[in-house]
C-alpha cells in the first residue's frame, strides 16, 4: 500500500506586525503633505477633546473653591436657648467633637460674662454690644477668619492678658491696626488691663464675633474667673458627611442632654455647590463625547478618501498577489498610526493651551491624568475604529476593478 502525497496549493504569507507596521509607515511617508494635514485635523480634534474638559474643570474648581468658602462644611452647636435649668457644654465639648470620624476640625469659644473699655476712666456703658469670649488657638481655620492686622492668639500669648478684636469691635474702641515697632495699644477688661495683639477681617461665617473681644483660654481662666465651659463649639467636616457628623454631634458633645445642643443646620451654599457640580460634570462628558465623534469622523472620512485616492496602487498590490488580510492591515495600521500622531500632539497642545488660560483667568490648573490617556489611548482607539470600514472597502476591491478605474 503506498502513500499518496497530498498536493496543496501554495500557502498565502502572513506578513509580520512589524511589516504591516512598516507599510503603514510607508503609506504615511509617501503622502507627506495630506498626511501632515490629516494628523493635524486629528490633533485639532484631539486637543479640543483636552481644552473642553481641561478648562471647564479649571472653572468648576475655582467655583468650587468660592463655595467652600461660604461654609459648606461648617457647622456650630451651642446649648438651646431658653432652656430651664440652663444648658452648659463640657470644657472639653470642642475635643469631643474633634473625635468623630469625618470632623477635620473643632475649636470653641466661650463667654466670660466680663466687660471691656478703651480705659477705666471709660463710661461703662459703652461697652454695650461687645462680648468678651474666651477662645481656643484654633479658632480661625474652624471659622474660615483672616488677621487683619497683627497676629491671632498662639499657645503662648493665649497665656498673658492679650486680646484680638473682632472688626466691629476694633472700631468701636477706636482701633483700626496693630502699629508694628511701637507700643500695642490696651484695653481695660473685667478691671485689668490686656494688650492689643491683633484685629481680624469681618467673619460671614461667625458674624457674632465681629463684636467679639477674644482673650486665650488660659488667661480667661486665671484672670477673668471664667469657669472653662464652651458656649459655642465650631466644626468643620468632609462635606460629604456633613449630614452625618450634623446627626451625632448633639450627643457627642453633651451625651447627658442631646435633645438641649442646637446643631446648625449645613449652609445653603454646601446644597449649591452639590447641583452646580453634578451639572458640569455631566456637560463635561458631554462635550468630551462631542470631541471624540468629531475626531473619529475626520479620521474615517481621510481614510475614505485615501482609498479612493489609492485604488491604483490597490490594484497592482492585489495582482501582485497581496491577499484582501495585507491589504485591511496596511489601511489599518496608517489608520491607527496617523490617529497616535496626531493624539500624542493633540494632548500635548491642548494640556498647555488648557494651562495657559486657566493661568489667565486666575483659576487653578486642572488637568486630570484621565483626560490625557484618553486623548493619546483615545485617539488610537477612534483610529482603529474609523479605519475599519476603509480597510474593509480598500480589500474588496477587485484588481481589475482598481486598475480599471484609473
Known sequence: MTR????????????????????????????????????????????????????????????????????????????????DPPVVLPADADAMAARIGPVTGASAVANTHTTVLRSDRADPADASGISVLAARTNLLGAVHGTVRSGAFLTSTTARFPTVVLGFRAASRLGFDRVPVGKEPGQVYVGG????????????????????????????????????????????????????????VLPATVHPQLPGLVQVSRPSDALAAKRATEQTLSVLLLGLAGVAVLVGGVGVANTMVVSVLERRREIGLRRALGASRGQIRGQFLAESVVLSALGGG??????????????????????????????????????????????????????????????
Open 4 to 83: 499518496t502525497a497530498a498536493v496543496h496549493g501554495p500557502r498565502p504569507v502572513r506578513p509580520a506586525f512589524s511589516d504591516i507596521l512598516r507599510l503603514g509607515l510607508l503609506g504615511i511617508r509617501t503622502r507627506g503633505p495630506r498626511a501632515a494635514l490629516s494628523a493635524l485635523g486629528i490633533s485639532i480634534g484631539i486637543a479640543t477633546l483636552v481644552v473642553v474638559t481641561a478648562v471647564p474643570a479649571s472653572s468648576q474648581r475655582a467655583l468650587m473653591d468660592r463655595l467652600s468658602a461660604l461654609g459648606t462644611n461648617m457647622l456650630r452647636v451651642a446649648p438651646q436657648a431658653n432652656s
Open 345 to 406: 500632539a493633540g494632548t500635548v497642545l491642548g494640556a498647555a493651551g488648557a494651562a495657559g488660560y486657566a493661568v489667565s483667568q486666575s483659576w487653578p490648573v486642572v488637568i486630570s491624568p484621565l483626560a490625557l490617556v484618553v486623548g493619546g489611548a483615545g485617539a488610537v482607539v477612534v483610529g482603529m475604529v474609523a479605519g475599519v470600514y476603509p480597510a474593509v472597502r480598500a480589500s474588496v476591491l477587485a484588481p481589475t476593478e482598481a486598475l480599471a478605474a484609473v
Open 192 to 247: 485689668r488691663w490686656f494688650t492689643v495683639v491683633g484685629i481680624l477681617d469681618p467673619l460671614p461665617l461667625a458674624p457674632d464675633l465681629d463684636s467679639a473681644v477674644l482673650v486665650g483660654w488660659k488667661a480667661a481662666q486665671d484672670r477673668l474667673g471664667f469657669d472653662g465651659h464652651s458656649t459655642v463649639v465650631y466644626v468643620t467636616a468632609r462635606e460629604a458627611q456633613i449630614e452625618a457628623v450634623r446627626a
